[in-house]
């Protein structure tokens, strides 16, 4: 025994006050620290504040307009491509490999070959970082597998994220010498950060890092929510209805991607540790040093907030004023996810014509396999992954009979 008390929080109320609560600091991370030091969800104070203050600069509506209307249709119908032609595809692979492409962008690494096996190295490069950032679950040796991903980020060093720096300084120098214009410039973390890295003091090796975990977590998140939206919408009793309405009204897409990620967090549970001593919502108390688990799966399922039928999958239901359809799954507070409008898009109701409305690429991904009349492969049904306490699925095989349909951009419906 350390003499640290672990505290469960699994009440909606309590659970977002947790999260908002300024004394109790990110903790989920700690084994992780050889990708995760010094990466902005691991910041605390003034320090978070600074560096999200500079990275909020880039995570607005023009850039996720960009990503979602210019950057990201062509990626999604290039990596669906082979599969249409070839009628079928495998799921898992097929939605990392699209928001892997996707995450590489918005981090700011550059694929200078653009060959299958340059992709296939950064992600298996990716592969290992999540490894890494989550080495707090690893039941095996923990250095063995630190050092393995220590050199994986050297290796990623050498080959991605020192030419992509080299190649924004060369365009920044050249900014401000008034050769190159502002919009040659790359929207991405990595040139964010290196325009400002003076101010902040970061170290090369925390550039490095960041750009690593902004792979990480905008890939795998977005990719398990894909794969299991689209599960959700073939299982509904009213299962190919549910498809084309999806396919033709984007605002229900959207919906069913909220109601997915409420029920099925990409992360079910968030940690905590009290830096001082405090009272939650529902009177426990935190002394300095504790630890709190947040359940974001039991406080997504609160039946207080969400009714009765908390557990069941109903884009259409109706919830009460204030609270967001996709539950604490992109946190809440100081940490709430910078990526959540890209991946999940705007709110619904944000006053814009529905033409204007970002759905989130997720969303976007996910019409563009329901263009391609995707379907589970009545042949090989979809496994779920023996080794994962998270319920991911391993394999997730879909006929595609609508090859003609593959195409790079069709406007919001
Ligand atoms: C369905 C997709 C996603 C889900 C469910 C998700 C979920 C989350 C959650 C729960 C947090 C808060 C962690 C905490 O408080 O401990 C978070 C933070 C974060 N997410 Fe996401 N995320 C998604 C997509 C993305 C994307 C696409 C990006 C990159 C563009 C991204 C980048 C980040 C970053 C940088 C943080 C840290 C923010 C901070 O500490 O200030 N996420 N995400």
Same mark, same amino acid.
């Given at each position: 025994?350390?003499?640290?008390?672990?505290?469960?929080?699994?009440?909606?109320?309590?659970?977002? $006050?947790?999260?908002?609560?300024?004394?109790?600091?990110?903790?989920?991370?700690?084994?992780?620290?050889?990708?995760?030091?010094?990466?902005?969800?691991?910041?605390?104070?003034?320090?978070?504040?600074?560096?999200?203050?500079?990275?909020?600069?880039?995570?607005?509506?023009?850039?996720?307009?960009?990503?979602?209307?210019?950057?990201?249709?062509?990626?999604?119908?290039?990596?669906?491509?082979?599969?249409?032609?070839?009628?079928?595809?495998?799921?898992?692979?097929?939605?990392?490999?699209?928001?892997?492409?996707?995450?590489?962008?918005?981090?700011?690494?550059?694929?200078?070959?653009?060959?299958?096996?340059?992709?296939?190295?950064?992600?298996?490069?990716?592969?290992?970082?999540?490894?890494?950032?989550?080495?707090?679950?690893?039941?095996?040796?923990?250095?063995?597998?630190?050092?393995?991903?220590?050199?994986?980020?050297?290796?990623?060093?050498?080959?991605?994220?020192?030419?992509?720096?080299?190649?924004?300084?060369?365009?920044?120098?050249?900014?401000?010498?008034?050769?190159?214009? $502002?919009?040659?410039?790359?929207?991405?973390?990595?040139?964010?950060?290196?325009?400002?890295?003076?101010?902040?003091?970061?170290?090369?090796?925390?550039?490095?890092?960041?750009?690593?975990?902004?792979?990480?977590?905008?890939?795998?998140?977005?990719?398990?929510?894909?794969?299991?939206?689209?599960?959700?919408?073939?299982?509904?009793?009213?299962?190919?209805?549910?498809?084309?309405?999806?396919?033709?009204?984007?605002?229900?897409?959207?919906?069913?991607?909220?109601?997915?990620?409420?029920?099925?967090?990409?992360?079910?549970?968030?940690?905590?540790?009290?830096?001082?001593?405090?009272?939650?919502?529902?009177?426990?108390?935190?002394?300095?040093?504790?630890?709190?688990?947040?359940?974001?799966?039991?406080?997504?399922?609160?039946?207080?907030?969400?009714?009765?039928?908390?557990?069941?999958?109903?884009?259409?239901? $109706?919830?009460?004023?204030?609270?967001?359809?996709?539950?604490?799954?992109?946190?809440?507070?100081?940490?709430?996810?910078?990526?959540?409008?890209?991946?999940?898009?705007?709110?619904?109701?944000?006053?814009?014509?529905?033409?204007?409305?970002?759905?989130?690429?997720?969303?976007?991904?996910?019409?563009?396999?329901?263009?391609?009349?995707?379907?589970?492969?009545?042949?090989?049904?979809?496994?779920?992954?023996?080794?994962?306490?998270?319920?991911?699925?391993? $394999?997730?095989?879909?006929?595609?009979?609508?090859?003609?349909?593959?195409?790079?951009?069709?406007?919001?419906?």
């Amino acid at each position: 025994m350390n003499g640290v008390r672990q505290l469960i929080v699994d009440r909606w109320d309590t659970a977002r $006050e947790a999260l908002r609560q300024r004394h109790l600091r990110q903790a989920l991370y700690d084994a992780g620290e050889v990708v995760m030091a010094d990466v902005l969800v691991n910041l605390h104070g003034v320090e978070h504040r600074d560096r999200r203050r500079l990275e909020n600069r880039l995570f607005r509506r023009d850039t996720h307009e960009h990503y979602e209307r210019v950057l990201f249709p062509p990626i999604v119908a290039s990596t669906l491509g082979p599969h249409a032609e070839s009628g079928r595809a495998e799921l898992v692979g097929l939605s990392h490999q699209v928001m892997m492409n996707l995450a590489a962008t918005t981090a700011g690494v550059d694929r200078p070959r653009g060959t299958a096996e340059e992709t296939d190295r950064l992600y298996r490069a990716m592969m290992q970082f999540i490894e890494g950032a989550t080495l707090a679950h690893h039941r095996g040796d923990r250095s063995v597998v630190r050092d393995r991903v220590a050199l994986a980020l050297e290796e990623f060093d050498a080959e991605f994220v020192a030419p992509s720096v080299q190649r924004r300084l060369e365009l920044i120098a050249g900014l401000e010498s008034g050769r190159v214009d $502002e919009s040659d410039l790359p929207m991405d973390v990595l040139t964010t950060l290196l325009r400002n890295a003076d101010d902040l003091h970061l170290a090369d090796d925390v550039v490095l890092r960041e750009t690593c975990f902004y792979l990480l977590a905008g890939a795998h998140t977005s990719a398990t929510a894909f794969v299991r939206t689209f599960d959700h919408l073939v299982s509904t009793t009213d299962g190919s209805d549910a498809r084309e309405r999806a396919r033709h009204d984007d605002l229900f897409l959207q919906r069913c991607v909220h109601e997915t990620v409420r029920l099925q967090p990409s992360s079910p549970i968030a940690l905590r540790r009290a830096t001082e001593r405090v009272e939650l919502a529902d009177g426990q108390v935190v002394e300095t040093g504790d630890e709190v688990t947040i359940d974001l799966v039991a406080a997504n399922r609160d039946p207080r907030i969400f009714g009765d039928d908390a557990d069941r999958f109903d884009p259409d239901r $109706e919830l009460p004023d204030g609270i967001p359809r996709w539950g604490l799954s992109f946190g809440s507070g100081a940490h709430a996810c910078i990526g959540q409008d890209l991946a999940a898009g705007g709110p619904p109701d944000d006053g814009r014509d529905r033409a204007d409305h970002l759905v989130g690429l997720v969303a976007v991904a996910l019409r563009s396999l329901l263009d391609l009349g995707a379907r589970p492969d009545p042949d090989r049904p979809p496994v779920i992954d023996p080794d994962s306490a998270r319920g991911y699925w391993s $394999e997730y095989p879909v006929v595609l009979d609508r090859p003609e349909h593959l195409s790079e951009h069709r406007p919001a419906t």
